[in-house]
């Protein structure tokens, strides 16, 4: 099988390169993102590898379809950046549905106690020997209220982490876990009684811009909201306006709604012309990485294991159990 695989940084090789080997594929790897002005790329390959930026409409496919590419690895959970309804008959979309769920729930925890005890400032303060503690008070976490909304595998790491922190948690999900020991609360409720948010869900439809105007009002002063899933899932005019009106006692943006070719590249050297980005960037209990929540030495060796493990079933007539569908 020969896999075209897109948007690859030196860190995808590490991974990638050897295990590929090992299956028998040929890969090539390309840094440069799939979209309509590099389909050509996918000529003569089997399968193409995408990322998160990434992404596939139903022109796309068409034009897949007729060069003969069978499939569409992600080298992701989340799938929101393909047209699944235009690929059904035509090209098989599988993902990565678990890869390291507790990298991405420590990681939001992480951003939690960041802009909650304002460690990031503290570091650049006291690297100029400033040892001043003004403007850096926190909150104890114990005994507040998270509200989780998405309980699949991530979702239910970071119930087990907020559970550990001595938190009462409560959850939203359109499709309930009954095997999950939380409670469960329709989105108005959660809103209204949350100290902490995270954002553990797809994007959808029903998903987008969840977190807007008329969410924001519902929450409580200081509510501290973060996001590693997905960035329209936040209305982020809608958020600037809850900041500059101090509803938030901080938040963590690990993932951004207009993140598409400035996130995962080094833009230290130009000028980011993406007003509401660079809005955020003001704000002192604003955190914002560049969609890594993910990154841990586990999660890409998982992320590269599986990918290649449903280009095996592919190939070899095994059950594609992570294949993308509508549901």
């Keep these: 099988m020969k ?3 897109f948007s690859t940084k030196p860190y995808d090789k590490i991974w990638f390169e050897p295990m590929g080997k090992e299956y028998g594929f040929e890969i090539h790897f390309y840094e440069v993102p799939f979209q309509e002005d590099t389909i050509y790329l996918a000529t003569n390959f089997d399968a193409i590898c995408i990322f998160v930026n990434d992404y596939v409409t139903a022109e ?7 060069m003969k590419v069978k499939a569409i690895l992600l080298r ?3 799938f929101n950046h393909v047209d699944i309804k235009a690929a059904e008959e035509k090209i098989l979309v599988l993902r990565v549905p678990s890869y390291s769920p507790e990298a991405v729930a420590e990681f939001a925890i992480g951003m939690v106690l960041t802009v909650n005890r304002h460690l990031h400032r503290a570091y650049n303060r006291t ?9 850096l008070m926190g909150v104890d976490l114990y005994h507040k209220t998270a509200g989780i909304i998405g309980t699949g595998k991530i979702g239910q790491a970071m119930i087990r982490v907020c559970n550990g922190f001595g938190m ?12 999950l020991e939380v409670d469960y609360v329709e989105p108005d409720e959660l809103f209204k009684k949350s100290d902490l948010i995270s954002l553990h869900c797809p994007l959808t439809t029903g998903t987008r811009h969840i977190i807007n105007k008329d969410s924001i009002d519902k929450m409580k002063e200081g509510v501290f909201l973060v ?3 997905r960035g329209a899932l936040i209305d982020t005019d809608a958020l600037i306006d809850g900041l500059v009106q101090g509803k938030f006692g901080g938040v963590g943006l690990d993932v951004y709604e207009e993140e598409e070719g400035i996130f995962y590249e080094d833009k230290s050297n130009e000028i980011i ?6 809005r955020l960037m003001t704000f002192p209990n604003v955190l914002i990485t560049s969609h890594m929540g993910f990154f841990t030495r586990e999660a890409m060796q998982s992320i590269a ?5 449903n280009a095996y079933a592919l190939e070899n007539g095994l059950p594609l159990v992570n294949r993308t569908e509508i549901r």
Excluded: C, H, W
């Design 168 to 179: 009462q948690v409560i959850a939203y999900d359109p499709y309930p876990n009954k095997e």
């Design 3 to 5: 896999i075209a695989f």
């Design 127 to 135: 690297r100029d020997f400033n040892m001043s503690l003004n403007g």
């Design 273 to 278: 012309r993406d007003e509401n980005l660079a």
């Design 305 to 309: 294991k599986e990918t290649l493990e």
């Design 227 to 229: 996001n590693t899933s």
């Design 76 to 78: 992701s959970a989340g």
């Design 60 to 66: 796309m496919i068409d034009k897949l379809y007729e």
